[in-house]
């Protein structure tokens, strides 16, 4: 005995300063391989509001399956008749080189279940798992018995399994777990030797739970050394660790380091309470330490996907790998480092390039007050124009502005403001912050339903003033010409006659925003109509052209039928 956190006289070192790396971490290619059991279809199912059903456990077994997921616990069929349905329907149907597992309590009516449930398996090679509390805790308040007749239990429980499935002619395996394992730091020596004996009578794998998260992972893992190293080795050690304290996938990677072979997890980190090791999480970061993981990583975003809309629970935007945002960045540094190694194999605010796990293309910028220029430039870069440097630092103090009142900022918003501001320094001969202020405002403002579209505007002032627009709708242009008093007059009568809708103009006004002779206006108009009145605004350098969009702002809201309609 003797692994990395016990000392000499084998005691565990809890308070040692220094780091202690087992040895095996150094070479992974002499390790084996990491062994995935899922229980998703177990765990994972006994903690959801609603519980799955056949159909859907049978869609989730096929997505492990397409993931390369080759140990799968499948239910607790004595829990229901819907679970033990399913436990036979997938044992039936599992293809040949893959383990389907069942749970049972060390009670003769749970593994009396279990093997029924099993009885159909045809391809695959059945595994029945049973468990009790092995934790001075769990034993005297939960079971209330001692830890002699707790072991002579799981024994039992074992040799009936055993004797039972040997009778169905298949070649089965029986799993024993102590629960509460995580709990026996001060009978760890007990369990241990009761272990042995478990292995004696017949166990092929000792799963170690950390049910509630008792322990931390460093200890954990030392705990899980001194299985390995007591155990004969023949015997695949296992780990299921819960996430109450939310260090769950800590504890199953170290605990590799230290010997387990098989790491137990779920999907989307569902199980019990705040649920089990995660397979995405423990996946991929034994993969990034070099560990052959035999999964097909590119179908974890899919998957998280399907399963959350299977059952009808969300994924939260940050958790780790499959979380909406769990690729954006949005500080100013972070933009600016993100963008410098874009290119880069290693990335300098991301662990990994999110194509690994069929995410490519997620790594995303938004503008936020937090933001800063290298993310305008990437936004506007990205949308095909020409940016330099200095533009992008030249918008950033509007958009950090708006932002600060908004909050974030779409890249369509950022590209459209570019857009515009590149229009205006061909219209105007000076553009100055007050003018990028007024673009940027007008540009984010929420403007709600756009159901009419403005596509063009012509007109001509004069004698005769016309005016020639086309608006789209669903996604069909019209376009009509028009006579008025005014250009202006032109255009509103062209939208008239377009919409059908002959709203009255209650109020027109324009104010320059910026002085001279170029400066940019912005226009007000309020629309009344069928009792009542909405008012939109736009702000340009061609006064017909915000006229226009001023009108349709007002006109857009009138249809959607928006809180700012008022009665006359
Ligand atoms: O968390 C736990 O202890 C369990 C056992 C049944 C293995 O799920
Ligand atoms: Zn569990």
């Keep these: 005995m003797g692994g990395a956190l016990f000392d000499k006289q084998n005691k565990l070192k809890q308070s040692a300063g220094g780091i202690t790396v087992n040895t095996s971490q150094l070479n992974i290619t002499a390790m084996k391989p990491p062994v995935f059991y899922d229980v998703t279809l177990r765990d994972g199912n006994q903690a959801l509001a609603r519980p799955m059903t056949v159909k859907q456990k049978l869609e989730v077994f096929n997505w492990l399956v397409a993931l390369g997921v080759k140990h799968i616990e499948v239910g607790y069929p004595n829990a229901s008749d819907m679970d033990f349905q399913a436990c036979r329907a997938i044992a039936e149907q599992a293809p040949s080189g893959m383990i389907i597992s069942v749970l049972a309590r060390c009670h003769r009516l749970d593994i009396d279940c279990a093997v029924r449930a099993l009885a159909n398996v045809s391809q695959a090679t059945p595994r029945l798992h049973t468990f009790i509390g092995m934790s001075q805790f769990h034993m005297a308040h939960i079971l209330g018995k001692t830890p002699e007749e707790v072991k002579d239990m799981a024994i039992i429980g074992i040799k009936r399994a055993k004797t039972m499935l040997e009778a169905t002619g298949k070649q089965a395996q029986i799993q024993f777990s102590p629960e509460h394992f995580g709990d026996c730091l001060v009978n760890l020596e007990w369990v241990i030797s009761a272990l042995k004996e478990i292995v004696a009578a017949g166990a092929d794998v000792i799963n170690l739970p950390n049910t509630v998260e008792r322990t931390r992972p460093a200890i954990f893992a030392g705990m899980v050394r001194k299985v390995v190293e007591a155990l004969p080795s023949n015997t695949i050690i296992a780990v299921?660790?819960?996430?109450?304290?939310?260090?769950a996938t800590a504890t199953t990677i170290e605990s590799y380091f230290e010997g387990a072979r098989q790491?137990?997890?779920?999907?989307?980190?569902?199980?019990?309470?705040?649920?089990?090791?995660?397979?995405?999480?423990?996946a991929v970061a034994l993969h990034l330490a070099g560990v052959p993981v035999g999964l097909d990583l590119s179908r974890i975003y899919d998957t998280a996907l399907r399963l959350s809309e299977l059952i009808g629970v969300p994924i939260s935007?940050?958790?780790?790998?499959?979380?909406?945002?769990?690729?954006?960045?949005?500080?100013?540094?972070?933009?600016?480092?993100?963008?410098?190694?874009?290119e880069r194999a290693k990335k300098a605010y991301l662990p990994f390039d999110p194509a690994l796990v069929g995410r490519a293309g997620d790594e995303e910028l938004r503008f936020t007050s937090q933001s800063g220029y290298a993310a305008v430039l990437a936004i506007v870069k990205e949308a095909g124009h020409l940016i330099i440097e200095q533009e992008a630092r030249e918008l950033?103090?509007?958009?950090?502005?708006?932002?600060?009142?908004?909050?974030?900022?779409?890249?369509?918003?950022?590209?459209?403001v570019y857009e515009q501001y590149q229009a205006l320094k061909i219209s105007k001969t000076q553009v100055g912050s007050e003018d990028l202020a007024a673009l940027v405002g007008d540009i984010t403002r929420d403007r709600g339903q756009q159901i009419w579209q403005r596509v063009f505007t012509r007109a001509v002032a004069g004698d005769h003033p016309t005016a020639t627009i086309s608006l789209r709708r669903n996604g069909e242009a019209i376009t009509r010409a028009a006579l008025g008093d005014g250009p202006v007059d032109a255009a509103f009568e062209a939208i008239r006659q377009i919409t059908g809708i002959p709203a009255k103009i209650e109020k027109y006004r324009i104010d320059n925003v910026t002085s001279g002779g170029d400066s940019l206006g912005k226009v007000v108009c309020c629309l009344m109509h069928d009792g009542r009145c909405c008012e939109g605004s736009s702000t340009g350098t061609d006064i017909v052209i915000a006229s226009v969009d001023a009108y349709l702002d007002a006109l857009n809201q009138l249809l959607v039928g928006e809180s700012n309609g008022k009665k006359p």
């Excluded at 299921?240 to 260090?247: A, E, F, K, R, V």
């Excluded at 137990?264 to 995660?278: D, H, K, Q, Y």
């Excluded at 950033?396 to 459209?416: D, F, H, I, N, R």
Aim: hydrophobic residues 35%; negative net charge; proline residues 4%.
């Design 240 to 247: 299921h660790c819960h996430n109450d304290l939310g260090m």
């Design 263 to 282: 790491l137990e997890v779920t999907l989307n980190s569902l199980g019990e309470r705040a649920g089990n090791t995660n397979l995405y999480e423990t």
């Design 317 to 342: 935007q940050n958790a780790p790998i499959i979380g909406q945002e769990s690729f954006y960045h949005r500080s100013g540094v972070h933009q600016h480092g993100a963008v410098r190694t874009f």
């Design 396 to 416: 950033v103090p509007a958009l950090k502005e708006v932002a600060s009142g908004k909050g974030e900022l779409t890249p369509e918003e950022v590209v459209a």
